[in-house]
């Protein structure tokens, strides 16, 4: 089992940053492959980012592609996702997913087994 904690979201103006972090606990980070996803009021929940186990290869989705990026701790355990240049339309509540191996394309929300309970980043035009 993994346990995942979000934290880092709140309020910013259009323009501003935020960093999220996904601390993990049950097993290393190492031995698992994590994401961000995002579910905005009345929409489905997107795919926003990933990064392999060690943090060599990563993908992003292409809305936030030179805007965020993600990287990860392995000695702290943690994921983070750094949120450049915000736009009101990335509004959302922000979920890290984690999983041990995949079985579906990484960008699928049910490739991953275990899932934090979201924090919320709300921007503002």
């Known amino acids: 089992q993994v346990q995942l904690v979000e934290s880092g979201g709140g309020l910013v103006q259009a323009g501003g940053s935020l960093r999220l972090s996904c601390a993990a606990s049950g097993r290393a980070v190492s031995t698992i492959a994590m994401a961000w996803f995002r579910q905005a009021p009345g929409n489905e929940r997107e795919f926003v980012a990933a990064?392999?186990?060690?943090?060599?290869?990563?993908n992003l989705a292409d809305s936030v592609k030179g805007r965020f990026t993600i990287d990860r701790d392995n000695a702290k355990n943690t994921v983070y996702l750094q949120m450049n240049s915000l736009r009101p339309e990335d509004t959302a509540v922000y979920y890290c997913?984690?999983?041990?191996?995949?079985?579906?394309?990484?960008?699928?929300?049910?490739?991953?087994?275990?899932w934090g309970q979201g924090t919320q980043v709300t921007v503002s035009s």
């Open positions: 990064i392999s186990r060690s943090g060599a290869g990563t």
């Open positions: 997913a984690a999983v041990q191996s995949y079985s579906s394309p990484f960008y699928y929300e049910s490739a991953y087994p275990y």
